[in-house]
């Protein structure tokens, strides 16, 4: 009998970060980390997990819009949804009638995002290749089958793409090899939260370095004298050399971002986070003429490859941040890396929150492998919460994530935890 | 004893439009048009009513998300509500929770936009007066403190947007009479859409033109001969002289815009509308800069004012048209409409599917009366779709909108509406 999808299982897992101000930045002062949860059934037992990053309230909503776009997916042989997930992903975000709630933004993106990346965890398992492997092993040609490039070929056309995957092949077995053994730069913003105090701050600082991050970030935005003062702890704890970026949550406007950053200038951080809106390409552009060198990043809350694109053509920034669950799927994200590469722009990945950290360092290490060649001025942020709760946990050594050797995307959270956890009638939220 | 706001309900309704293939477009071919309804309810028996249009699937993910936001406004004093909407609208968007769900865009701004909408609903209700007018009785402090400015100012200031609505006050009077007397311009719609055979095309188009609409807009995108051929069919219906604008509904990427719209030029389409996708900016200056003179228009999908003032700033288009439902609210709109007229662009309201008509011509006519005082290159959108289910339909007459005189912003269904097409258990999904 012919495998097929018979189900797409839901979950509201919410954990309580708010008690303890993990997670605490100037636009999201107290955030209960959050996963609207699914895992797609097959008939003959396989499955597929993935997950959507939220901060609590609402993470219901996210659950429901992935819940209405099973329609689009339950029934559906797995052969035809596996050997064609560039067609599958067009699938769940061209629905003419849920594109409307978007078009490719906000919840109903990041549901069909969810639903694309359960279907690439259960074809990553039962090829038994952890994602960035799969992702690494695949033709130029059927990479680049996996976007869509309607909206972005005044860009990059498919012929551009396939040339710069065709010009990365030849080193792919030993930037693999080199992956296996040292695995790929991370910084950490776990010393960085606004709700912690110097002391706190210090420490953990002083941990990172020791722990042998290339980086360390701080969250600023909230209040000036606040943000000189712990720059200077910070810098006091690392020294001279490691750099610390400073991440701004949204919280300016473009002028104000352009005035604060002056403020904090001489403290020299290496990167300013989402000075503003995340969607304002000309905003980004003009802070980042004004803050130079301090370079700019932003994307955690890219709605799509469109808005990256425009971000790439207007020269807005110096480092592209995807997100692997912002996105409508790991196909988007492919779309992103790949502009990235056409206009030389590296890509560190945004990471923490749940499960994070463990979905998105497949990004980085197949645009090492296949797509870009280069870890040169890239790292993958990291940050220390909750990875307990996940089957295939993140391994970071040395300040270095190891490469992923299990079979999956990453995603798939404990049995227990998700029962632990479910909101509102988990144990954790019951007591 | 005081007012406060007790209850906040949802309808999921949905009309079975996609029979008739009215609404069919390039992207959305069978459109079921639908409302995600809301009631605000008050202790004192006061109601407001407003609606996010949807076509069809996901209406209930819509209607989710509105309900996930009562428990930021059930409870709350009415009048500490109505005193303050700008305040009130910075609540509904900025819950740091809810927030990381768009931000600003999707369904989560929708949600926030329906609920801010039946606030302004009810103060229009208890001021005995229609929106537009409600608007543009009010001071211009009040208006720019309607405005979140934090992420505009670098393009508009609440001074400049002080001086401008200062410089309109003199002749609010006398245009608010105008309106009382002569109406709003119109285009229409109605003939123009995909799913129409050329018959039926060049009946509508003429009588649309014997009805006195200065405009007709046609659905293109498709296929180029059947766009060829259907614009001589509406050309030779309505004669030399009548604009005929089209409409691509986002189904071209940049470069396919320009080369399609290469095609259609030598039948003089007066604006080609969502030419790409709604959030490249860039894109549509590329096109704009290509398709002239045919003018660039857009907006009906734009999330939120930041992506306007890009349009702006960027000289991307000559038409802004604004939604009466897509953004979060009427606080939205009014920021998008003093932007429009910081960078003298004119504003013509998208409007046809449920609803739409009746709510977005209050916009406009606010505009005429306390912004820009001009009605110059101005037109609001017409569909005869659907009108019959609300309390106080639209009144088009001689190709011009009638200014309302009714209460509230127009929103609200009638109750045996609701029941006859709520889904999917009321009688007409039944059946």
């Not at 989402?274 to 955690?300: M, N, Q, W, Y």
């Not at 890219?302 to 207007?314: C, D, E, M, S």
């Not at 709760?389 to 992923?404: I, K, L, Q, S, T």
């Given at each position: 009998m012919?495998?097929?999808?018979v189900?797409?299982?839901?979950?509201?897992?919410?954990?309580?970060?708010?008690k303890?101000?993990?997670?605490?930045?100037a636009?999201?002062?107290f955030?209960d980390?959050?996963?609207a949860?699914?895992?797609?059934?097959?008939?003959d037992?396989d499955?597929?997990h993935?997950?959507?990053?939220?901060?609590?309230?609402?993470?219901?909503?996210?659950?429901?819009?992935i819940e209405?776009?099973?329609?689009l997916?339950?029934?559906?042989?797995?052969?035809?949804?596996?050997t064609?997930?560039g067609?599958?992903a067009?699938r769940?975000?061209?629905?003419?009638?849920?594109?409307?709630?978007?078009?490719?933004?906000?919840?109903i993106?990041?549901?069909?995002?969810?639903?694309?990346?359960?279907?690439?965890?259960?074809?990553a398992r039962?090829?038994?290749?952890?994602?960035?492997?799969?992702?690494?092993?695949?033709?130029?040609?059927?990479?680049?089958?996996?976007?869509?490039?309607?909206?972005?070929?005044?860009?990059?056309?498919?012929?551009?793409?396939?040339?710069?995957?065709?010009?990365?092949?030849?080193g792919?077995g030993?930037?693999?090899?080199?992956?296996?053994?040292?695995?790929?730069?991370?910084y950490?913003?776990?010393?960085?939260w606004?709700?912690?105090?110097?002391?706190?701050?210090?420490?953990l600082?002083?941990?990172?370095?020791?722990?042998?991050?290339?980086m360390?970030?701080?969250k600023?935005?909230?209040?000036?004298?606040?943000d000189?003062?712990?720059?200077?702890?910070?810098?006091?704890?690392?020294?001279?050399?490691?750099?610390?970026a400073?991440?701004?949550?949204?919280?300016?406007?473009?002028d104000?971002?352009?005035?604060?950053?002056?403020?904090?200038?001489p403290?020299?951080p290496?990167?300013?986070e989402?000075?503003?809106?995340?969607?304002?390409?000309l905003?980004?552009?003009?802070i980042?003429a004004?803050?130079?060198p301090?370079k700019?990043?932003?994307?955690?809350?890219?709605a799509?490859?469109?808005?990256?694109?425009?971000?790439?053509?207007?020269?807005?920034?110096?480092?592209?941040?995807?997100?692997?669950?912002?996105v409508?799927g790991?196909?988007d994200n492919?779309?992103?890396?790949?502009l990235a590469?056409?206009?030389?722009?590296?890509?560190c990945?945004?990471?923490?929150?749940?499960g994070l950290?463990?979905?998105?360092?497949?990004?980085?290490?197949?645009?090492?492998?296949?797509?870009?060649?280069?870890?040169?001025?890239r790292?993958?942020?990291?940050?220390?919460?909750?990875?307990?709760?996940?089957?295939?946990?993140?391994?970071?050594?040395?300040?270095?994530?190891?490469?992923?050797?299990?079979p999956g995307?990453?995603?798939r959270?404990?049995d227990?935890?998700?029962?632990?956890?479910?909101?509102?009638?988990g144990?954790?939220?019951?007591?």
């Amino acid at each position: 009998m012919t495998s097929s999808i018979v189900g797409l299982e839901t979950h509201d897992v919410r954990f309580p970060t708010s008690k303890f101000l993990d997670g605490s930045d100037a636009m999201n002062p107290f955030p209960d980390y959050s996963a609207a949860y699914v895992v797609l059934r097959t008939s003959d037992g396989d499955e597929g997990h993935a997950l959507v990053f939220t901060v609590g309230r609402g993470n219901d909503v996210q659950v429901a819009a992935i819940e209405a776009l099973a329609s689009l997916v339950v029934g559906l042989p797995t052969d035809e949804v596996l050997t064609d997930l560039g067609g599958f992903a067009r699938r769940m975000s061209g629905d003419s009638q849920f594109r409307w709630l978007g078009p490719d933004k906000g919840v109903i993106a990041m549901a069909a995002g969810a639903i694309v990346n359960a279907a690439w965890d259960l074809r990553a398992r039962r090829e038994h290749k952890p994602l960035w492997q799969l992702l690494a092993d695949l033709s130029p040609e059927e990479i680049v089958g996996l976007v869509d490039f309607r909206y972005l070929s005044d860009a990059l056309t498919p012929a551009e793409a396939l040339d710069l995957l065709r010009a990365a092949e030849a080193g792919r077995g030993d930037r693999a090899a080199s992956l296996r053994t040292d695995g790929y730069p991370a910084y950490t913003t776990t010393p960085g939260w606004l709700g912690y105090d110097d002391e706190k701050l210090a420490r953990l600082s002083k941990e990172a370095v020791a722990d042998g991050f290339g980086m360390i970030k701080l969250k600023v935005g909230g209040d000036r004298d606040d943000d000189l003062r712990r720059l200077r702890v910070a810098r006091d704890a690392v020294g001279p050399d490691t750099p610390i970026a400073v991440d701004a949550n949204q919280v300016w406007g473009v002028d104000e971002a352009i005035e604060w950053m002056g403020v904090l200038a001489p403290y020299r951080p290496y990167w300013i986070e989402e000075p503003t809106s995340p969607d304002d390409i000309l905003g980004h552009a003009r802070i980042r003429a004004a803050v130079s060198p301090v370079k700019v990043a932003t994307g955690e809350h890219g709605a799509n490859p469109v808005l990256f694109k425009q971000l790439l053509q207007a020269g807005a920034i110096d480092v592209v941040q995807i997100d692997a669950t912002r996105v409508a799927g790991i196909n988007d994200n492919i779309a992103i890396l790949l502009l990235a590469a056409k206009f030389g722009v590296p890509v560190c990945p945004h990471a923490g929150g749940v499960g994070l950290c463990e979905m998105v360092q497949h990004l980085a290490m197949f645009d090492y492998v296949a797509v870009t060649g280069t870890q040169d001025d890239r790292m993958i942020e990291y940050v220390d919460h909750l990875h307990q709760h996940f089957v295939d946990p993140v391994e970071v050594r040395g300040g270095r994530y190891r490469a992923p050797a299990s079979p999956g995307i990453g995603a798939r959270i404990h049995d227990a935890s998700l029962t632990e956890f479910t909101y509102p009638n988990g144990p954790a939220w019951a007591r």
